[in-house]
């Protein structure tokens, strides 16, 4: 039996998606992930200016006219989601932690898989990989989802990017879109997120918090890593610590943004202090001018 306080949370969340896939995503989605494969529909009879190379010899040789086969773009597409569950994830100084926020963005964009008629699958990872929902159809499936990434209790508190990539690689055989969902608390992922870049649609959503770039000068605080839980007390009133907090997280995120470019990942950035609907927007009308340039005569392909 289920509590009743998680089935109110998983409604509110429902409720709020709901309404941002009716009235804010309703045609974004279908827009921007469109099927890769090529599903045979049907033969027709050869007009001119058709492509030779899809000529049906075995129909053509026992009517005795030229006939092609007539292909169409599979729309049926599998979504998952590669969501860091980490102890950083429980992170969060305004309205929400970071996990609540990624569950969230994370039912948004499964509600609206779910109406277009797409499969949705779950792999929740810290230092390991520990939990996987495989791709299935459906609003109770999509419910299931959103309920493993409210309250599912990792036994992990580190983050390995690397092996959640290699155990994605390993176990979808087919093409996918993949939301990598995570703070990116963690170095070395660089060659498996390239791999896994050319078998998937791969899209990294950053979630963080305003702290983590913003320190207040509080004079001497102790600080804890949620996921060594090693402890360390610091002076944040301090000029000099501040400068190299601020140099290692701007070379962090320089680091990954550059990486991110090189590899051609598509990114989403989102923050516990702000609404991840303008993000998401930005993200949907950027690839949607650049499929719209790539369908375009002469455009990319």
Not at 49 to 71: E, L, S
Not at 81 to 98: H, I, N, P, Y
Not at 164 to 192: C, I, N, P, Q
Not at 206 to 223: K, T
Request: a positive charge; hydrophobic letters at 40%; glycine letters at 6%.
């Amino acid at each position: 039996m289920i509590p009743r306080e998680i089935i109110r949370k998983i409604r509110r969340i429902e409720i709020r998606t709901k309404r941002l896939v009716d009235e804010v995503f309703s045609g974004e989605y279908q827009s921007v992930f469109k099927g890769r494969g090529m599903e045979f529909s049907e033969v027709r009879e050869y007009l001119p200016g058709d492509d030779v190379r899809q000529i049906d010899w075995n129909v053509t040789a026992r009517t005795g006219h030229p006939f092609v086969k007539k292909f169409e773009e599979e729309r049926e597409l599998t979504i998952m989601f590669l969501v860091d569950a980490s102890a950083s994830g429980g992170f969060g100084t305004v309205s929400r932690t970071k996990a609540e926020l990624t569950a969230e963005l994370c039912a948004l964009l499964a509600f609206s898989a779910t109406r277009n008629n797409d499969r949705v699958g779950l792999i929740i990872f810290t230092d390991r990989v520990e939990k996987v929902v495989p791709p299935r159809k459906g609003r109770t499936h999509v419910l299931r989802v959103v309920r493993e990434l409210l309250f599912f209790r990792p036994e992990g508190r580190g983050t390995d990017i690397s092996a959640a990539l290699d155990y994605l690689t390993s176990v979808v055989r087919r093409h996918a879109v993949v939301f990598l969902v995570s703070d990116f608390l963690d170095d070395g992922y660089e060659r498996r997120l390239s791999v896994a870049n050319r078998r998937f649609d791969l899209i990294a959503v950053e979630v963080s918090d305003p702290r983590e770039d913003d320190l207040p000068a509080l004079g001497l605080v102790e600080m804890e890593d949620p996921e060594t839980g090693q402890r360390t007390v610091v002076d944040t009133s301090e000029r000099s610590f501040l400068e190299r907090f601020e140099a290692l997280r701007g070379e962090r995120a320089l680091k990954r943004e550059r990486l991110l470019r090189r590899l051609g990942v598509d990114s989403i950035s989102v923050s516990t202090d702000r609404d991840y609907v303008e993000p998401l927007e930005r993200f949907f009308r950027a690839r949607a001018r650049r499929v719209g340039s790539a369908a375009a005569p002469g455009g990319r392909r």
